[in-house]
């Protein structure tokens, strides 16, 4: 019986959708996280009859024909990139992305990755890195006896030293944006890679252009609606129970057609 592979295919593809929910649940706290829904697809058929063949000599077309599914199949799982709330948090070197765009991530390495984590940090140096310590590009040096630290809305970062009454500019942090931000690649670590799909990044000051402004003493939250969350895992939990009372129900309808005398 078809419906025992049918109804396999379906508990598998549940099995992933529960896994994706799971995953964006345990992110809800995690800062920049961009929540993920996967996508399925219908599997090949089998043609009893093909929609439009002939059934007499006279021409006569059937209008549907016979065809039986075989399936489910995950087609992709997206990434959602719309903007989640943002939360103050006072830090000076906490930095928030409102509208398009990524902070550039030096990886150990040597590639560039790309954030919107903005919980920024300043190593022994008194360079900006993030919370595994990998540098900000361009690099930007905080000096060690800075007072007082500004990042602008396009991505000055301008410090002022002892006695002194005027501002130094230390650097400008700069963005990407990228043709198709769903085609990034994550590879944990809030950090996502270019792929082929993405397509090269542009990069440009914050506040310009398609580019968002910066929010200082600000961070992103992840943009998981848990609501809508345990919603799905409801939902794909009864499709998993319903497609395991398809495989249960074929057993039994096999096991009548075996014990018949």
């Given at each position: 019986?078809?419906?025992?592979?049918?109804?396999?295919?379906?508990?598998?593809?549940?099995?992933?959708?529960?896994?994706?929910?799971?995953?964006?649940?345990?992110?809800?706290?995690?800062?920049?996280?961009?929540?993920?829904?996967?996508?399925?697809?219908?599997?090949?058929?089998?043609?009893?009859?093909?929609?439009?063949?002939?059934?007499?000599?006279?021409?006569?077309?059937v209008p549907a024909g016979i065809q039986v599914g075989l399936g489910v199949k995950p087609g992709s799982v997206y990434r959602i990139m719309e903007q989640g709330s943002f939360e103050v948090t006072t830090n000076e070197f906490d930095v928030a992305i409102a509208g398009r765009g990524y902070f550039q991530i030096q990886t150990p390495n040597g590639e560039t990755a790309y954030t919107r984590a903005g919980s920024f940090g300043i190593n022994a140096d008194g360079d900006l890195v993030t919370s595994q310590g990998y540098l900000l590009?361009?690099?930007?040096?905080?000096?060690?006896?800075?007072?007082?630290?500004?990042?602008?809305?396009?991505?000055?970062?301008?410090?002022?030293?002892?006695?002194?009454?005027?501002?130094?500019?230390?650097?400008?942090?700069?963005?990407?944006?990228?043709?198709?931000?769903?085609?990034?690649?994550?590879?944990?670590?809030?950090?996502?890679?270019?792929?082929?799909?993405?397509?090269?990044?542009?990069?440009?000051?914050?506040?310009?252009?398609?580019?968002?402004?910066?929010?200082?003493?600000?961070?992103?939250?992840?943009?998981?609606?848990?609501?809508?969350?345990?919603?799905?895992?409801?939902?794909?939990?009864?499709?998993?129970?319903?497609?395991?009372?398809?495989?249960?129900?074929?057993?039994?309808?096999?096991?009548?057609?075996?014990?018949?005398?």
């Amino acid at each position: 019986m078809l419906s025992l592979d049918i109804g396999a295919t379906g508990m598998l593809a549940q099995q992933l959708h529960v896994n994706v929910i799971s995953n964006n649940i345990a992110n809800m706290t995690t800062t920049g996280y961009k929540r993920q829904r996967p996508e399925f697809q219908d599997l090949m058929y089998q043609n009893k009859q093909r929609p439009g063949a002939t059934s007499s000599d006279i021409g006569t077309i059937v209008p549907a024909g016979i065809q039986v599914g075989l399936g489910v199949k995950p087609g992709s799982v997206y990434r959602i990139m719309e903007q989640g709330s943002f939360e103050v948090t006072t830090n000076e070197f906490d930095v928030a992305i409102a509208g398009r765009g990524y902070f550039q991530i030096q990886t150990p390495n040597g590639e560039t990755a790309y954030t919107r984590a903005g919980s920024f940090g300043i190593n022994a140096d008194g360079d900006l890195v993030t919370s595994q310590g990998y540098l900000l590009e361009p690099t930007i040096n905080i000096p060690q006896n800075t007072t007082d630290t500004i990042i602008n809305e396009s991505g000055e970062v301008l410090t002022k030293l002892p006695g002194q009454t005027n501002y130094a500019n230390q650097g400008q942090i700069q963005l990407a944006i990228f043709a198709n931000e769903g085609g990034l690649e994550a590879t944990g670590n809030s950090l996502f890679m270019e792929t082929e799909s993405s397509g090269t990044p542009t990069t440009g000051n914050p506040n310009d252009d398609a580019f968002g402004k910066l929010e200082q003493g600000i961070l992103e939250n992840s943009n998981v609606d848990v609501v809508e969350e345990i919603t799905r895992l409801i939902t794909a939990q009864r499709a998993y129970e319903m497609n395991s009372k398809v495989i249960q129900t074929s057993d039994e309808m096999m096991s009548a057609v075996s014990n018949l005398r």
